[in-house]
């Protein structure tokens, strides 16, 4: 059972910026990565960035340049930074975790925390 806990969500004007949290706890067998997706109203969920345990990450081409992710492998903990933050970046953020038992995938969700950007 993981138990995941998302914090730093909020309301900022554009071109501001947020930093978003996620602790995860419990039983991993074979953590391959942590990250983050989001979902605005009446679109699909995307992912926004991960990053693996060999420390490579991976970005929505709309977020590169902007969002930074990072972890505390230690503790399961993954930040996504989020700079220059635009209107369009709104949505409800959701971390999950992806870990593997053998070759079977098991993925852990948050609750999910709230971005609004907004003048």
């Known amino acids: 059972q993981v138990h995941i806990v998302e914090s730093g969500g909020g309301l900022v004007q554009p071109g501001g910026s947020l930093r978003l949290s996620c602790a995860a706890s419990g039983s991993f067998v074979n953590l391959n990565a942590m990250g983050w997706y989001r979902q605005a109203p009446g679109k699909t969920r995307e992912l926004v960035a991960r990053?693996?345990?060999?420390?490579?990450?991976d970005y929505h081409t709309s977020v590169k340049g902007r969002f930074t992710i990072s972890r505390d492998n230690a503790e399961h903990t993954v930040f996504l930074q989020m700079n220059s933050l635009k209107l369009e970046d709104t949505a409800i953020y959701y971390c999950?975790?992806?870990?593997?038992?053998?070759?079977?995938?098991?993925?852990?969700w948050g609750q999910g925390i709230q971005v609004t950007v907004s003048s």
């Open positions: 990053i693996f345990t060999d420390d490579e990450t």
């Open positions: 999950y975790t992806e870990d593997y038992t053998g070759t079977l995938k098991l993925t852990s």
